[in-house]
């Protein structure tokens, strides 16, 4: 099967050139580095925390009021899931930080309703999806005896697989072609996970989406009114952006233990003093403070 979630495999890759002539370098790493630059606005979309598929999404605006934080332009993850000192009150999460690299199926619906009005082609939208997931050609195991097993195949053909590639800096990808809806993610890809495109835009280009395989959060780029109509959708959560904005950042209390840490190495007094929770690494619902976690 050559479909995927709605889209159909475009065959070509020839579509996708534009996106590369208008990219930052990646080294860069700006939020141009990841979505065309160009638009005239330009917005972020939050990736809710990790939670069952029957239970309601966390969104970082509960986290921060969890923490005593703030969700602003700037703010990752991190920044308000591991505060300097952390409350007395259990996580609102489950202790797993939102999905990177992919939309929550619902936020994705949202956007391709706002989206496919502000464009003049929605029937006909492009597809990136990452080739570097592990999933998309399968997987094999093991039998009771030991033996390697027969390998399952993946959703995706290996006609597909074999065929051309957008590429793009640091990244690879498979390209399709469908209507605007087509973006949420109706198939269950790689250990149950529901997998939405990378990359997506329509034939007019009014409009680009990109969710980073490494990010907990996705890139729109468009009109000045699109972007506001998605900033103004209380169905989702997104923030201001602009395409010279850092794709991350360091908070201060961060920077200043670093720099506490260099002059202490230098001076052999190494390790410094931990903050709170580091020191005492309190278990979060069962599991110790993993930074990996809260990414």
């Known amino acids: 099967m050559e479909n995927l979630s709605g889209a159909r495999w475009s065959g070509s890759a020839g579509e996708a050139a534009w996106v590369r002539d208008r990219l930052s370098p990646f080294e860069v790493y700006e939020v141009a580095s990841v979505v065309p630059g160009g638009y005239e606005a330009y917005a972020r979309v939050l ?87 592990g999933w998309e050609r399968g997987a094999s195991g093991l039998t009771p005896v030991g033996e390697p097993s027969a390998r399952q195949p993946g959703p995706i053909p290996e006609a597909v697989l074999n065929g051309p590639r957008v590429r ?67 169905r989702v959560e997104a923030v201001p952006a602009a395409a010279g904005d850092p794709l991350t950042r360091v908070e201060a209390w961060v920077q200043r233990w670093v720099d506490a840490g260099t002059e202490a190495l230098l001076t052999t007094a190494w390790p410094p003093s931990p903050p709170p929770w580091v020191r005492s690494r309190p278990s979060w619902r069962g599991r110790e403070v993993d930074g990996r976690d809260c990414c």
Not at 60 to 65: E, G, L
Not at 84 to 107: C, Y
């Open 168 to 234: 793009l800096p640091r990244r690879d990808y498979l390209l399709y072609t469908g209507q605007v809806e087509a973006v949420v993610p109706t198939a269950l890809l790689g250990e149950g996970r529901r997998q939405a495109a990378n990359l997506w835009w329509p034939a007019d280009r009014a409009w680009c989406v990109a969710s980073e395989v490494d990010l907990a959060w996705t890139y729109v780029g468009g009109s000045a009114s699109a972007v506001d109509r998605l900033l103004g959708d209380a």
């Open 47 to 133: 990736h809710p925390a990790a939670v069952p598929e029957d239970a309601r999404p966390v969104r970082w605006r509960d986290v921060a009021a969890w923490s005593g934080g703030t969700v602003d332009r700037g703010t990752q993850f991190h920044s308000i899931a591991l505060p300097p000192v952390r409350p007395a009150a259990e996580p609102p999460w489950g202790g797993s930080g939102p999905l990177a690299g992919t939309l929550h199926p619902p936020d994705a619906a949202v956007l391709a309703e706002v989206l496919r009005a502000a464009t003049s082609t929605p029937e006909l939208c492009f597809f990136c999806l990452w080739d570097g997931y």
